[in-house]
């Protein structure tokens, strides 16, 4: 079987001005021209409060860049893949106690099931999932993306660890309910249910060479579901009754 052609560059330039076109006025299956009808007239957008000073530094401090070296782990050879993701949660665990008292902490059962992680993440009831292994900050290396579930309740951790001057370093943290979780190029996208029907949370962390962070650079809210009619959502109120004629 023949193989199929691919197109030209002549044929692609060619259909794409032919779409270009199609915006603004049409194009024709015979190569004319056609009217699309008037275009809307286009609106800029409104500059609010230009009397105000703009601010040189922020209000509250969110900490956008963080990043912290793992005490205790070793990376030996620089080679992130010979470290023991099981021991940089434990690290963790170890960094935060009061998160992790067995009475009282928050996360306590995260650090009573550690004691079933001896076969490695991700098996029985060990809190520790898979871990991934990708380039995501362009140097040629591997980083390793690290999750692993804090219990009780259903909030899931996600981290990322790169090589440092010989040491682990954390580039990136983030807990959340998770709906899923995405490599993509040097970015980490995170996605959260929301409290709106119809609707998710969307959080994108791309490396940043010059702050050698993992930084917040997309956090939006957007539709997954269909529309629904505000009168038939669960949480809508029935309209009051009308007032009885006297």
């Known amino acids: 079987m023949?193989?199929?052609?691919?197109?030209?560059?002549?044929?692609?330039?060619?259909?794409?001005?032919?779409?270009?076109?199609?915006?603004?006025v049409g194009c024709g299956d015979a190569g004319g021209l056609q009217g699309a009808g008037a275009a809307p007239t286009a609106v800029g957008p409104a500059r609010l409060w230009p009397e105000l000073t703009p601010a040189s530094s922020p209000a509250f401090v969110i900490g956008e860049v963080d990043t912290e070296v793992v005490k205790g782990i070793t990376v030996p050879g620089d080679d992130i893949r010979r470290v023991d993701p099981v021991a940089v949660v434990r690290a963790e665990i170890a960094a935060a106690p009061g998160d992790y008292d067995l009475a009282?902490?928050?996360?306590?059962?995260?650090?009573?099931?550690?004691?079933?992680?001896?076969?490695g993440p991700d098996k029985g009831r060990c809190p520790v999932l898979e871990p991934y292994y990708r380039d995501l900050t362009g140097d040629g290396r591997d980083e390793l993306t690290l999750g692993f579930r804090l219990l009780p309740g259903r909030t899931t951790a996600v981290r990322v660890y790169t090589v440092d001057e010989h040491r682990l370093l954390r580039v990136m943290a983030w807990d959340d309910a998770l709906s899923g979780v995405e490599l993509a190029g040097r970015s980490v996208i995170i996605r959260s249910p929301s409290e709106v029907a119809g609707y998710e949370y969307r959080l994108t962390w791309t490396w940043d060479r010059e702050q050698r962070a993992m930084l917040l650079t997309h956090d939006e809210m957007l539709r997954?579901?269909?529309?629904?009619?505000?009168?038939r959502h669960p949480s809508a109120k029935a309209p009051s009754p009308s007032p009885s004629p006297r």
């Not at 306590?108 to 550690?114: I, L």
């Open 2 to 24: 023949p193989r199929s052609r691919r197109p030209s560059r002549l044929a692609l330039r060619t259909a794409l001005v032919c779409v270009l076109l199609a915006v603004a």
């Open 104 to 119: 009282k902490g928050p996360y306590r059962e995260t650090a009573r099931r550690m004691a079933d992680c001896g076969q």
């Open 224 to 231: 997954t579901g269909p529309r629904t009619h505000p009168s």
